[in-house]
């Protein structure tokens, strides 16, 4: 199957930012404008239908837009967005659409279909199991692939600033610590670092600012605060900025901080 490339051009207003806030949460788009917490417990998401063990990179689908006035001919900064759990790339890419910043944006599109959306890998397990850990890690290779080739075929400048949400942070976090040859900087929101994902990163991952909630129940982050102190052991450098009140979803703030990260990032990549 081809992926499919479409052109899409978006007025951010205050009413896009509100959808953005509700279709940007992973859990069945559960969390309300505001940043409002996404359910009641600490458990894992509703579980997602299990994965083959290995994907190719043709498999995985994207979107793609070109924002900030860029042409598309231009060598840009390739920005990878990945949606979380039940979202879909054509609800996801407003997270970004109409930044001033001239990227190349590609949002890859879930591996199976979820609801009314995609999962990236199955959560029949907790967060932190090794199922879900090994899941994560054949996803992230399949992205980490398309990351490549589409790298390959476009005028890209600089390895691939990556982000994601919930899912797509857990992604992000992979991404950044296994296939440092295709990242150059990883900014997951509300995502989180099974046990699994840790072994074999180290120093040579790319700079790493991880977004988080701190009244987040569906990915509480503690765990993701104690993962982030172990990779600065291991000599990664990231840190965590958290958002006071902010439950399982992507605030206003949490998208202003993105942003800026992104513009820096891809300063950096000229």
Do not use: N
């Amino acid at each position: 199957m081809r992926p499919s490339r479409l052109r899409r051009c978006y007025a951010w207003s205050a009413l896009a930012l509100a959808s953005l806030v509700s279709l940007a949460a992973c859990e069945r788009r559960a969390a309300p404008p505001g940043g409002g917490a996404a359910g009641t417990g600490q458990q894992a998401p509703p579980a997602a239908p299990a994965a083959s063990a290995a994907v190719p990179a043709a498999a995985v689908e994207y979107l793609e837009e070109i924002t900030g006035g860029a042409d598309r001919s231009e060598a840009l900064p390739l920005v990878v967005a990945i949606h979380g759990l039940g979202d879909r790339p054509e609800s996801f890419t407003g997270l970004l659409s109409g930044a001033d910043v001239k990227v190349r944006l590609i949002v890859p599109r879930g591996l199976t279909p979820y609801g009314g959306g995609y999962s990236w890998f199955p959560l029949q397990q907790a967060l932190a199991s090794d199922e879900v850990g090994q899941g994560i890690l054949r996803a992230a290779a399949a992205l980490a692939a398309t990351i490549e080739r589409v790298a390959a075929e476009r005028p890209t400048r600089g390895k691939a600033i990556v982000t994601g949400f919930s899912q797509g942070g857990a992604l992000t976090f992979a991404l950044a610590l296994h296939h440092p040859r295709v990242v150059g900087a990883a900014f997951p929101m509300g995502g989180w670092v099974p046990s699994a994902v840790l072994p074999g990163a180290g120093a040579a991952a790319p700079a790493l600012v991880a977004l988080h909630g701190d009244d987040d129940r569906r990915v509480p982050i503690g765990p993701t605060r104690d993962a982030l102190a172990a990779l600065e052991g291991r000599g990664v450098k990231a840190r965590l900025v958290s958002y006071p009140g902010v439950g399982h979803t992507v605030s206003g703030e949490m998208r202003r901080d993105l942003l800026q990260l992104i513009r820096d990032a891809a300063a950096e990549m000229r």
